[in-house]
C-alpha cells in the first residue's frame, strides 16, 4: 500500500489518533451540535474518544449526521434495486454526480442499512484543501483524486489511482463509488466521459484487456435524483459562462460554499436507484466489438442508458421542461401548487431578465425529461 500513502483512506490503526487531531476543530463541534441537538458536546467527545475504526465512526456519527440532514432539509429518501446486490460482494458503482458530499454519504446510508458493505470513494483534493476536512474525508474512506496535474503527473496519478481501485475492489473486496464524469452534472446532463473508463482501465494486469477487467469487477450504474437542487443557483454563474463561451474562474471559498450549501439546502424528496451489474453486457460488448476504444465508448454508452433509465423524475423536473418550451406536455406530472412553488424559487434565484440565464436554470431541471424519454425510445426500438 506504499503507492498509496498520499491518496488513500486512514487504516482503522490511524482513526483514533486523527480524531484526536481534530476533536476540538469548531466545524466538528457544529457537525455534532447539529447531529446530537441539546446533547453536551462531553457526551459525543467521550464517544468519540472512544472509536477506533472507520466503520465506527460512520455508523455512529456520519451516518446519524445524515439521518438529521434529511429530517430537516428533506421530505425523505426512497430506494430501487438494492436487492440485487449481495453481501460479501464487492461492486465499482459509477453514478451520476449532483452533490459533493450527499451522493456519497446517502449511498452508503443505504448501503449500510441494506446490511451491505459500504464503500471507498473518489474525492477530488481540491475539495479538501483545509486540513480538518482532509482529516474527515480520511475519517470516511474517501479517497483522493489529484487535480489541477500537467500532463505526466496526470497519468502517473490516474495509474495510481486506478491500482488503488483495483486494490480495493479484488484485494480488500471493498467496493468503490466513482462519479460517471470529473465533477458534478450543473447542466443536468449525466454523461459518462470516456476518459473515467480509460483511467480505470489503467488497472488491467498482464495480458488483461480492458473490457477483461471491467467483466470482473461487478459495473452497477447508480442514478441519484434530488428533487430540487440545493445548489442549483450557485451552478448558474458557470453556465452561464459556458453559455457565453467564456472561460469560468472559481472563487476562493466557491467549492466550500457548494458543499455546506449541499448538505443544508432543501432537497424535497431523493430517490437512489441501483442498475443492473452490467457483467452480462459488458460480456456481450467483449465478444461483438474487437477494438478497444470502441469497447469503451460502448461501455460509456451502456452506463448512460442504465443511469438515465434509472433516474427518478419529479414534478420539478416536468415544470421546469413545460416552462422552457412554454407548452403544457406534462401538465399531468404536476400540481398547481407545486409549479407554484417552483416559479417561486426561479424566480427568486435567477435573473429573468437575463434569457440566457432563464434558460439554463430551467434546462438543468428539464434535460434529464429529454435525456430519459431518449433512452426509452432507444430501448423499445
Same mark, same amino acid.
Given at each position: 500500500?506504499?503507492?498509496?500513502?498520499?491518496?488513500?483512506?486512514?487504516?482503522?490503526?490511524?482513526?483514533?489518533?486523527?480524531?484526536?487531531?481534530?476533536?476540538?476543530?469548531?466545524?466538528?463541534?457544529?457537525?455534532?451540535?447539529?447531529?446530537?441537538?441539546?446533547?453536551?458536546?462531553?457526551?459525543?467527545?467521550?464517544?468519540?474518544?472512544?472509536?477506533?475504526?472507520?466503520?465506527?465512526?460512520?455508523?455512529?456519527?456520519?451516518?446519524?449526521?445524515?439521518?438529521?440532514?434529511?429530517?430537516?432539509?428533506?421530505?425523505?429518501?426512497?430506494?430501487?434495486?438494492?436487492?440485487?446486490?449481495?453481501?460479501?460482494?464487492?461492486?465499482?458503482?459509477?453514478?451520476?454526480?449532483?452533490?459533493?458530499?450527499?451522493?456519497?454519504?446517502?449511498?452508503?446510508?443505504?448501503?449500510?442499512?441494506?446490511?451491505?458493505?459500504?464503500?471507498?470513494?473518489?474525492?477530488?483534493?481540491?475539495?479538501?484543501?483545509?486540513?480538518?476536512?482532509?482529516?474527515?474525508?480520511?475519517?470516511?474512506?474517501?479517497?483522493?483524486?489529484?487535480?489541477?496535474?500537467?500532463?505526466?503527473?496526470?497519468?502517473?496519478?490516474?495509474?495510481?489511482?486506478?491500482?488503488?481501485?483495483?486494490?480495493?475492489?479484488?484485494?480488500?473486496?471493498?467496493?468503490?463509488?466513482?462519479?460517471?464524469?470529473?465533477?458534478?452534472?450543473?447542466?443536468?446532463?449525466?454523461?459518462?466521459?470516456?476518459?473515467?473508463?480509460?483511467?480505470?482501465?489503467?488497472?488491467?494486469? $498482464?495480458?488483461? &484487456? +480492458?473490457?477483461?477487467? =471491467?467483466?470482473?469487477?461487478?459495473?452497477? /450504474? @447508480?442514478?441519484?435524483?434530488?428533487?430540487?437542487?440545493?445548489?442549483?443557483?450557485?451552478?448558474?454563474?458557470?453556465?452561464?459562462?459556458?453559455?457565453?463561451?467564456?472561460?469560468?474562474?472559481?472563487?476562493?471559498?466557491?467549492?466550500?460554499?457548494?458543499?455546506?450549501?449541499?448538505?443544508?439546502?432543501?432537497?424535497?424528496?431523493?430517490?437512489?436507484?441501483?442498475?443492473?451489474?452490467?457483467?452480462?453486457?459488458?460480456?456481450?460488448?467483449?465478444?461483438?466489438?474487437?477494438?478497444?476504444?470502441?469497447?469503451?465508448?460502448?461501455?460509456?454508452?451502456?452506463?448512460?442508458?442504465?443511469?438515465?433509465?434509472?433516474?427518478?423524475?419529479?414534478?420539478?423536473?416536468?415544470?421546469?421542461?413545460?416552462?422552457?418550451?412554454?407548452?403544457?406536455?406534462?401538465?399531468?406530472?404536476?400540481?398547481?401548487?407545486?409549479?407554484?412553488?417552483?416559479?417561486?424559487?426561479?424566480?427568486?434565484?435567477?435573473?429573468? $431578465?437575463?434569457? &440566457? +440565464?432563464?434558460?439554463? =436554470?430551467?434546462?438543468?431541471?428539464?434535460? /434529464? @425529461?429529454?435525456?430519459?424519454?431518449?433512452?426509452?425510445?432507444?430501448?423499445?426500438?
Amino acid at each position: 500500500m506504499s503507492s498509496f500513502e498520499d491518496i488513500r483512506p486512514f487504516y482503522d490503526t490511524e482513526v483514533n489518533g486523527a480524531i484526536r487531531e481534530i476533536i476540538d476543530h469548531p466545524m466538528l463541534k457544529a457537525m455534532m451540535n447539529f447531529t446530537f441537538p441539546g446533547v453536551a458536546d462531553d457526551y459525543w467527545k467521550d464517544l468519540m474518544l472512544h472509536c477506533h475504526s472507520i466503520r465506527d465512526f460512520q455508523i455512529n456519527f456520519i451516518y446519524p449526521g445524515i439521518q438529521k440532514v434529511l429530517e430537516k432539509s428533506s421530505e425523505g429518501l426512497t430506494t430501487s434495486g438494492f436487492e440485487k446486490l449481495e453481501k460479501n460482494c464487492s461492486y465499482l458503482f459509477i453514478s451520476n454526480h449532483r452533490d459533493i458530499i450527499l451522493d456519497t454519504s446517502l449511498l452508503n446510508s443505504c448501503l449500510f442499512e441494506h446490511g451491505l458493505t459500504m464503500t471507498t470513494s473518489a474525492i477530488g483534493d481540491n475539495l479538501v484543501k483545509k486540513p480538518f476536512l482532509r482529516t474527515l474525508s480520511r475519517i470516511t474512506r474517501n479517497f483522493m483524486i489529484k487535480r489541477g496535474l500537467q500532463s505526466r503527473e496526470l497519468l502517473e496519478s490516474s495509474k495510481n489511482v486506478a491500482a488503488y481501485i483495483r486494490h480495493s475492489l479484488i484485494r480488500e473486496n471493498r467496493s468503490v463509488w466513482i462519479a460517471q464524469r470529473e465533477g458534478r452534472t450543473k447542466d443536468g446532463n449525466d454523461v459518462t466521459h470516456r476518459g473515467v473508463l480509460k483511467m480505470l482501465s489503467m488497472a488491467t494486469e $498482464n495480458d488483461e &484487456t +480492458a473490457i477483461e477487467y =471491467f467483466k470482473k469487477i461487478n459495473v452497477v /450504474p @447508480v442514478s441519484i435524483s434530488y428533487e430540487y437542487d440545493p445548489t442549483d443557483v450557485l451552478k448558474m454563474p458557470e453556465l452561464l459562462a459556458k453559455a457565453n463561451s467564456e472561460i469560468y474562474v472559481k472563487g476562493e471559498n466557491e467549492d466550500f460554499l457548494t458543499l455546506l450549501n449541499g448538505i443544508i439546502g432543501q432537497k424535497k424528496r431523493i430517490h437512489i436507484h441501483i442498475g443492473e451489474i452490467l457483467t452480462p453486457d459488458i460480456d456481450l460488448i467483449s465478444k461483438t466489438e474487437p477494438v478497444p476504444s470502441k469497447q469503451l465508448q460502448l461501455l460509456a454508452d451502456l452506463l448512460d442508458r442504465h443511469i438515465l433509465a434509472g433516474y427518478k423524475l419529479w414534478p420539478t423536473n416536468y415544470i421546469a421542461h413545460d416552462l422552457l418550451y412554454e407548452d403544457a406536455e406534462y401538465a399531468d406530472k404536476y400540481t398547481a401548487d407545486e409549479k407554484t412553488l417552483f416559479e417561486k424559487r426561479f424566480r427568486k434565484g435567477v435573473d429573468l $431578465n437575463n434569457p &440566457t +440565464a432563464v434558460k439554463s =436554470f430551467l434546462a438543468m431541471y428539464a434535460n /434529464p @425529461v429529454n435525456n430519459q424519454k431518449r433512452v426509452l425510445e432507444e430501448l423499445k426500438n
